[in-house]
């Protein structure tokens, strides 16, 4: 069988078209669902795989940040028989960090697996968690790159699929000037 993320992703209802306001902020024409991908545990468990494929024999944990980042996380982990840990948001202000009893910290080498990579904010919280407890990032792997390769962590980054899509900040969108009705995703 040929895996073709992108044809599962239309097939399955994953990639809409209209006005969306991205969980960053900014706008476009174009949103990946990544739920209607992560709740089919074949194709989830293929992207993963490929992701683990990419990094093994790199890293001892796999992290990865609420909400689609745990499935991501997890099935990646399953994949390189390893475990796996959640980065949640900080209660007490921006960021991310490990709670739970979540153990990591020197001498771990951590492979992040997230969903959609848009602008790198959610994973940018997952490194400075990893590193603010003394362990060392492997790699990143995600289901999707929406910046077609424009972001550098400064460690390998491996993609399931590479789907460059435009987005704007909400005060040069055209879609807002044409009074088009947004979407918060």
Known sequence: ?????????????????????????????VYVEKFRILQWPDVTGEACGRIAQAFAGKGNLVAGPTTGGIIMAYETARHLGLRSIIAERREDGPGREFRRGFEIG???????????????GSIRDVLDAVRARGAEVAGIGVLVDRTGGKVDFGVPLFACLELPMASYAPEECAQCAAGEPLTVT
């Open 1 to 29: 069988m040929t895996y073709d993320l992108e044809a599962e992703l239309q097939a399955r209802g994953g990639i809409l078209r209209g006005h969306f306001q991205y969980a960053s902020g900014r706008h476009g024409p």
């Open 106 to 120: 020197p001498g771990d080498h951590v492979i992040v697996a997230d969903d959609v990579l848009t602008t790198g």
